[in-house]
């Protein structure tokens, strides 16, 4: 049964392939919190033409970076418009500066940031997950052959078309990938430690598993 969220702010880390983007939704479905994406916020302002909108719009045209001030904005305008809603980040913040922004932002708004929560998993279990998924060349449906596996091999349930193995989801390319996260999300890590606001919770487990700890950890905030 579905249970309404009141008012909490989590931040979700992860490597890739860790299920973490799948807690997001399962946040969002079961507990009504709102999933933050930069890359959403961004594209409905530049839909609206308002002034973040046709600055963003502005590096994207360019090919630049979008510097953190301008991130930041973009998520003052996301969480005003949503006040008192609990919220998800996923996939923010990325770097130190912007944690310590997120921090700042929040103090101005007069709220805190209650969890950030590490779904940890293994190099090797990440690889052998991301390695395992196919995709349909004709559909785009994804598969996973642990998890999720077509009924015929290489065949799409869908559509019936050719299933094969991007580019990305190679172990070369994953490992690849791996390094970068390591890069951006120890610092991060070790600042939310400080904080006493990290919790690990082992990916391993499986989606369901994992969310029935997130819930508890969720319910212990309340």
Request: hydrophobic fraction near 35%; charge should be neutral; proline fraction near 5%.
């Amino acid at each position: 049964m579905s249970e309404k969220a009141d008012g909490l702010r989590l931040v979700l880390l992860g490597p890739p392939g860790s299920g973490k983007g799948t807690q997001a939704e399962l946040l969002s479905d079961k507990l009504g919190f709102v999933h933050y994406s930069t890359g959403e916020v961004f594209r409905e302002e530049i839909g609206k033409r308002t002034p973040l909108g046709i600055k963003v719009e502005g590096y994207v045209v360019s090919g630049g970076l979008v510097p953190d001030e301008v991130v930041l904005e973009g998520e003052e305008v996301f969480l005003q418009a949503n006040a008192g809603r609990s919220v998800v980040f996923d996939g923010f913040p990325r770097t130190i500066p912007q944690a310590e922004g997120l921090d700042r932002l929040l103090a101005k708004l007069g709220l805190d940031l209650n969890l950030v929560l590490l779904v940890d998993l293994s190099d090797d279990e990440v690889v052998q997950r991301l390695s395992r998924r196919r995709q349909c060349r004709n559909c785009g449906k994804i598969y996973n052959l642990s998890f999720s596996p077509p009924k015929r091999p290489g065949v799409c349930d869908e559509c019936g078309g050719e299933l094969y193995q991007r580019k990305d989801d190679q172990e070369e390319t994953i490992r690849a990938r791996l390094r970068v996260y390591k890069e951006q999300t120890s610092p991060l890590i070790d600042y939310y430690t400080r904080q006493g606001k990290l919790v690990r919770v082992d990916g391993a487990l499986g989606r369901d598993r994992v969310f029935a700890r997130v819930q508890e950890l969720i319910a212990e905030k309340r």
